[in-house]
Each structure stands twice: as C-alpha cells, then as structure tokens.
C-alpha cells in the first residue's frame, strides 16, 4: 500500500530543483576534481534538455545561448569564448554566483525578488542557516 500524493506541479518541480541545484552549488569544493568538474558541467548542460517544463527548458538553452555570446555580469567578455559552463564549474565561489545569476534571470522574467548573489548571503541560504540558529 502507499499514501496517494498528487503529481508536482510546475512551481514543486522548480523548488525543488533549486533546492538540489544550489545545495549541491553550495557544497561543491573550491577545488573540485576533474571529476567533480566534468559531473557538474553534465548536470547544468543537461537542463535544457531534461527539465520537465517545456517553456522553461528553452527559456534556459537561450540563457546559455545569450551568455556564450555577451558574457556574464561577473564575465562580460562573451563572444565565442570559453564556454561560460566550464568557467561556472571551476571553483564553488564561481558556480554558487553563475547559478545564482541564471535563477535571478527566471525571478525577473517571472515578475519575482532578484537575490542578492553575495557568497555570504548565498552560503547562508543554502548550506550555513542564520547566525542566530533558529534553524539548528
Ligand atoms: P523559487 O524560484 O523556486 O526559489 C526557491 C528558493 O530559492 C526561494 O524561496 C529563495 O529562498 C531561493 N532563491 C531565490 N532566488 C535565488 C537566487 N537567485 N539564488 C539563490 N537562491 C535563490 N517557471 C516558470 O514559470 N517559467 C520558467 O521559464 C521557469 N524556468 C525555470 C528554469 C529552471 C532551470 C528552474 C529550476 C525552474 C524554472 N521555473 C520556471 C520555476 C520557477 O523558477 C520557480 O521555481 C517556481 O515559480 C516556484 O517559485 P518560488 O517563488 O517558490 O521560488
């Protein structure tokens, strides 16, 4: 036997995925391995293609697509140079700061707060819990 639950609709599928994407952003190493790096690159390559929301999957390959050609805010060189992913997933500080931009990018195109992509603000969020341990 097993407890009937309701499919996720398209807001649960996005939290939560936030919630795997920026934990798994928030206790990526510094100083990933090949391995750690070739997986994390995997993972956000694959989005476009697999995220369950049609709209929303495009909507995310035409932000690669935008950022490979004029950059990010931390790299604004763009035009045809390393690819963006591969620089996101060299080092933690940089892959919590990409990803917290792309997320940005869905909260202003969904009309939502734009977070501060601070790695204080961030690593408190997702990984550290506030100073005053209400989350403890
Ligand atoms: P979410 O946006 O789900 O955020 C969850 C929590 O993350 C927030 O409560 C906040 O604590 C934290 N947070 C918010 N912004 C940031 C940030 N920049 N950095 C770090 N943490 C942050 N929905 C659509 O309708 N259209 C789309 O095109 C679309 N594209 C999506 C693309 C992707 C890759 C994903 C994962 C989701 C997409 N969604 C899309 C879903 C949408 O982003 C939200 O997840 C959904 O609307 C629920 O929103 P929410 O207000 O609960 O908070």
């Not at 992913?85 to 202003?108: D, F, M, P, S, Y």
């Amino acid at each position: 036997q097993h407890t009937q639950h309701c499919p996720p609709d398209g807001e649960e599928i996005g939290r939560s995925t936030w919630l795997f994407l920026h934990s798994a952003a928030a206790y990526y190493p510094e100083e990933p391995t090949s391995i750690q790096k070739s997986a994390m690159l995997s993972l956000l390559r694959s989005l476009p293609h697999l995220y369950p929301c049609h709209s929303c999957a495009a909507a995310l390959g035409e932000e690669y697509e935008r950022e490979k050609r004029e950059g990010t805010c931390w790299n604004a060189r763009g035009g045809g140079q390393a690819d963006i992913l591969e620089q996101a997933v060299g080092k933690g500080q940089t892959l919590r700061r990409w990803l917290c931009g792309i997320h940005n990018e869905v909260n202003e195109r969904l009309g939502k707060p734009v977070w501060e992509c601070r790695e204080e603000v961030l690593q408190e969020r997702w990984r550290d819990g506030p100073r005053d341990d209400s989350c403890d």
